[in-house]
């Protein structure tokens, strides 16, 4: 199986700070097809996990440009500018490359 | 709008069969593939399994001899059954729409005597 390693397990932030969450696969997310299958999800207290951005840097629908995707192969990154509260939870990386899918562990985002 | 929503029992005792209904709307079921993913204290978020626009299955192999998916699009409904519980089970379950961009609110089930 991908084993998905994100670091930090944890980060705090100052309201309108900027954050990076990292993301390493044990093998490389690059498809057959060509398409690089790794998401990011926000699950925010009490709720389900939420798709922030898809096939490594497309934002999914109704998510701001203060969040953004970057990587490639087996290292990829997730960038918060101008944290808001709205942004406080739980940060996981997915891949869908290879089955089965695999999530990471996990990235709690608090206030400092 | 998108919508989806997990029933299911909330206690289940070990050894039974834990049987959940994603009930959905504002899409088809015959144009999205339909995930399982489950969210425990011992292992975090698992992919359980899909089941294929077409009605073909996925199954994550780690459950794949207790795991069943199935539908009826009739009914806008997908199901998912697990069979021989094991306490180590407990946890929320959620089904999600395609690439998981959408997701219901998950039931929590409770695997215990």
């Known amino acids: 199986d991908v084993v998905m390693t994100q670091t930090p397990v944890s980060l705090s932030v100052s309201l309108g700070g900027q954050v990076s969450i990292s993301c390493r696969s044990s093998q490389s997310l690059v498809h057959n097809n060509g398409n690089t299958y790794l998401s990011w999800y926000l699950q925010k207290p009490g709720q389900s996990p939420q798709l922030l951005i898809y096939k490594v840097s497309n934002r999914f629908s109704g998510i701001s440009d203060r969040f953004s995707g970057s990587g490639s192969g087996t290292d990829f990154t997730l960038k918060i500018s101008r944290v808001e509260p709205d942004d406080l939870g739980v940060y996981y990386c997915g891949q869908g490359t290879q089955y089965p899918y695999t999530f990471g562990a996990g990235t709690k985002l608090e206030l400092k | 709008q998108v919508q989806l929503k997990e029933t299911g029992p909330g206690l289940v005792q070990p050894t039974q069969t834990l049987s959940i209904t994603c009930t959905v709307s504002g899409f088809s079921l015959t144009s999205y593939y339909m995930q399982w993913v489950r969210q425990t204290p011992g292992k975090g978020l698992e992919w359980m399994g899909f089941i294929r626009s077409g009605g073909s299955t996925e199954y994550n192999s780690e459950f794949k001899s207790r795991l069943s998916i199935s539908r009826d699009t009739s009914k806008n409904q997908v199901f998912l059954k697990m069979n021989s519980l094991k306490t180590e089970d407990t946890g929320v379950y959620y089904c999600?729409?395609?690439?998981?961009?959408?997701w219901g609110q998950g039931v929590m089930v409770t695997v215990s005597s």
């Open positions: 999600a729409r395609g690439n998981l961009d959408y």
